[in-house]
C-alpha cells in the first residue's frame, strides 16, 4: 500500500485519511497474542483441568496422570493451536491416549469444558471457533473405544 502509513487508533483524522490505523495492524496478530498470549493460555488450562478434576465422568481417566507436565503440554499444545509458539515436545495424540479406552462422550465433554474455559476467559467466539475446528481433528486419534 503505497503512501500508507501505520499510526496509532484514534489519530487518523489528523493524517487525512490516508492511513492504517493501529487497530487494522493489530487485526493481523494471531489469535494467541489476542486473547493475552502465554499467561492467558496458562490460565485457560488452569481452568480447563479443575473442571475434568470436578467432573465423576472425567476424573478417573487422570489418575496418576503426571497433571503438571500435562498441562504444560496442553499449553503448548494450545499455543500452537493459536497461532503462537510452535513447540508442543509431548508426545503425539494416538499415543499418548492409546489404552485409555475413551468414548465420543468422553471426548465430547473434554471439547465442552475446554470451550467453557475459554468462554470464561473472555476468549472471542471467532477464536474458540477456530480452536475447535483444529481440535475436530483430533478426534480419531483420541477415541479409541467403540462404545461411544
Ligand atoms: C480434545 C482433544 C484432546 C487433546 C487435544 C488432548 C491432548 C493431550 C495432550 C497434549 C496430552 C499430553 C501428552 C504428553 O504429555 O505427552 C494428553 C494426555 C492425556 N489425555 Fe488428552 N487430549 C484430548 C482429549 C482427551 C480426552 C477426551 C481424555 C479422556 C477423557 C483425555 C485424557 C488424557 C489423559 C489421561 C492423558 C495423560 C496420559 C498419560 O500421562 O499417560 N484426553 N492429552
Avoid at 467466539?125 to 467403540?146: F, Y
Wanted: glycine share 10%; charged share 20%.
Amino acid at each position: 500500500m503505497v503512501g500508507t502509513v501505520i499510526v496509532p487508533r484514534g489519530t487518523e483524522q489528523f493524517l487525512g485519511g490516508n492511513t492504517l490505523s493501529a487497530a487494522s495492524f493489530s487485526s493481523a496478530a494471531s489469535d494467541y497474542e489476542k486473547i493475552g498470549g502465554g499467561p492467558a493460555v496458562k490460565a485457560v488450562v488452569d481452568r480447563f483441568y479443575e473442571l475434568i478434576l470436578a467432573d465423576d465422568q472425567l476424573v478417573g481417566f487422570f489418575e496418576g496422570a503426571d497433571l503438571t507436565s500435562l498441562k504444560r503440554h496442553q499449553v503448548l499444545l494450545i499455543s500452537q493451536v493459536l497461532g503462537g509458539p510452535a513447540s508442543y515436545d509431548g508426545r503425539d495424540l494416538r499415543e499418548a491416549h492409546a489404552g485409555l479406552d475413551i468414548t465420543r462422550v468422553d471426548y465430547l465433554k473434554v471439547v465442552s469444558l475446554l470451550v467453557q474455559a475459554l468462554v470464561e476467559a473472555g476468549v472471542p467466539p471467532a477464536v474458540i471457533e477456530r480452536v475447535g475446528e483444529a481440535l475436530a481433528s483430533t478426534e480419531r486419534d483420541v477415541v479409541t473405544s467403540p462404545a461411544g
